[in-house]
């Protein structure tokens, strides 16, 4: 039985974004941090419209999205909410660089120079610029995305000359584990790996935001250092399909 219940109405979410408001405070607490230095970003991904209006009537202004077909319909579908932005946290392909560049006001995912340039190239023909993480593979897990920490600095200091990308800092997807002191480990190393790349970063580079942490764990990564937690469940509600059948590339992740 899942702990996450289903938020449908404006109040239900508001409740649901409260207590999530909440734990981010008392984690925050916890090691001395301001919670304003934390960004939730609501997950939404497998959420139909209705709920997702009734979310961004909660205060919800900022989704974070996987697939970037279904997020891309969700933006045309919602064109009249000019103020509703989205973030694509999941990988990306060359050839979904066109929307992304189109839609996006975020992109967390960046791992390929590839990818990189082809969003670049996007961006400059629609005259938009866009901000971007660097996912990082802290878990050292085959099934999952990200450069290996140590080719980061490396794929960091060629970014620059893609002048529409504007680099904000690190991403990562911990081991899917309920253990903490196996979970943990993760966002030490992107802490790690971005106060290192802080010495190093290349002018215009800016190493600020540590995207880490998900409803399982969001509470451990900010006691690490987290600027930036993704939550899906604990604010929409348990998702029907399974995140191993949604994002069969990485399994279980959000």
């Excluded at 919670?35 to 709920?51: F, G, I, Q």
């Excluded at 600095?153 to 680099?167: D, G, I, T, W």
């Amino acid at each position: 039985m899942s702990a996450y219940t289903t938020a449908n109405t404006v109040d239900e979410f508001r409740q649901h974004l409260a207590d999530v408001y909440g734990r981010i405070t008392a984690a925050c607490a916890e090691v001395g941090r301001d919670p304003a230095s934390v960004r939730l970003l609501p997950v939404s991904k497998t959420v139909p419209e209705e709920r997702i209006r009734n979310a961004y009537a909660a205060g919800c202004n900022t989704l974070g999205e996987n697939k970037v077909q279904e997020a891309h319909g969700k933006w045309q579908a919602m064109s009249d909410l000019p103020d509703l932005r989205w973030s694509i946290i999941g990988h990306l392909q060359t050839n979904k660089a066109k929307q992304v560049a189109e839609f996006a006001s975020e992109f967390q995912a960046l791992d390929s120079l590839r990818v990189a340039e082809a969003l670049d190239k996007r961006l400059q023909a629609l005259g938009r610029s866009l901000d971007v993480l660097v996912q990082v593979n802290t878990s050292n897990e085959e099934s999952k995305f990200g450069l290996p920490p140590d080719e980061v600095e490396a794929f960091v200091k060629q970014l620059p000359a893609l002048s529409s990308l504007r680099v904000r800092g690190l991403m990562t997807l911990a081991l899917f584990s309920d253990d903490a002191v196996k979970v943990r480990p993760c966002f030490v190393r992107l802490r790690t790996l971005r106060d290192r790349l802080r010495q190093s970063a290349p002018a215009g580079v800016a190493m600020d935001e540590l995207s880490m942490g998900m409803s399982g764990d969001y509470e451990l990564a900010i006691e690490e250092g987290s600027t930036i937690v993704r939550v899906g469940q604990a604010i929409f509600g348990a998702r029907r399909v399974a995140d191993s059948a949604y994002w069969p590339e990485q399994g279980a992740n959000r």
